[in-house]
């Protein structure tokens, strides 16, 4: 898992590196209101949150991180806390950006009760690394005893994932948008999609680019069904997957292709293909019209259907 990773790369570095930048102490609940609010306990010490400038990367970003904690005690001396924290960026499997240090610059007696500080430093890019347009990599912080080098876990059990950074998808020519099979809700587009038959059943590939776009979750959804509207399978899946969640898409991106593999049971040979969108909160589909304009009855794109 990522987190396993994580923590292996902590352990095995040993090393501890200083901070870059200084270091801000704020009264509690007054930290800087710019920052993505995640908290996470680690017994008397709380991550209050963090944030990333610019909060996107290509291939020669140096990040710059900050993240922003506080002491569990509202009152008496600086607490003497004895930890470290290490933060890395990382796709499904690699590792390209990581740094490991002592809140603080290991100056314990930033640990005031009833005050939050923090830390702000360079998380320079690997220049080695592969950095893919459109593509989200995962932010992850974890704390460790900077004696004996054990991880410290969140008392929550959320593990080490605190947020995304994410890295653009090329720029969408705007005639490439009008001309998209399917408009949904006038800021998401439909650019294409393709069918293809499969010893593992049906593969379903759509592609997808942004307008006005207003970045938020949404789940794509793709049925399979009779001539008589009767489902016979389905794919269900987060529109963007955790390669790059649709969430972190900004406008007027060519954004990203998914694949739905979507096994076909044993007795059927004709059927239809729909997809749909719909936000994962109220389960409401994503208005949808086609080509011309016209809208599409329950929201629903047709895709094509397959006969023997």
Do not use: K
């Not at 314990?108 to 593509?135: N, S």
């Not at 499969?198 to 307008?211: E, F, K, P």
Request: glycine share 10%; with cysteine; proline share 8%.
């Amino acid at each position: 898992t990522a987190g396993a990773a994580f923590v292996s790369l902590v352990l095995m570095t040993g090393l501890i590196y200083p901070l870059m930048y200084s270091v801000w102490l704020y009264p509690a609940g007054q930290v800087p209101h710019t920052l993505h609010m995640n908290e996470r306990r680690y017994g008397d010490v709380e991550l209050v949150g963090y944030d990333v400038q610019p909060p996107y990367l290509n291939e020669t970003d140096r990040l710059v991180v900050r993240l922003c904690w506080q002491s569990g005690h509202v009152r008496g001396h600086p607490q003497a806390v004895p930890l470290a924290f290490g933060v890395q960026l990382m796709d499904s499997e690699t590792v390209i950006a990581r740094r490991e240090s002592l809140p603080g610059m290991g100056s314990l007696t930033l640990w005031q009760p009833g005050h939050a500080f923090c830390d702000q430093f360079r998380l320079p890019v690997d220049a080695e690394a592969d950095v893919v347009p459109g593509r989200g990599y995962r932010l992850s912080v974890g704390v460790f005893d900077s004696v004996t080098g054990e991880p410290v876990p969140d008392d929550d059990g959320r593990g080490p994932f605190v947020g995304w950074v994410a890295s653009p998808g090329p720029a969408l020519d705007p005639g490439t948008a009008a001309a998209a099979a399917y408009h949904f809700n006038t800021d998401l587009h439909l650019l294409d999609y393709a069918l293809a038959a499969s010893d593992g059943g049906l593969q379903v590939r759509t592609s997808w680019g942004t307008g006005d776009w207003h970045s938020r979750p949404l789940q794509l959804f793709v049925h399979l069904v009779d001539a008589d509207g009767t489902l016979l399978a389905q794919s269900d899946a987060p529109l963007g997957l955790d390669e790059y969640p649709s969430v972190l898409w900004g406008q007027g991106e060519r954004t990203y292709t998914q694949t739905a593999t979507i096994p076909l049971p044993a007795d059927v040979t004709d059927y239809c293909v729909r997809a749909g969108l719909y936000a994962p909160g109220d389960g409401q589909r994503v208005p949808v019209t086609d080509n011309t304009g016209d809208p599409m009855a329950d929201s629903i794109a047709a895709l094509g259907c397959v006969d023997s």
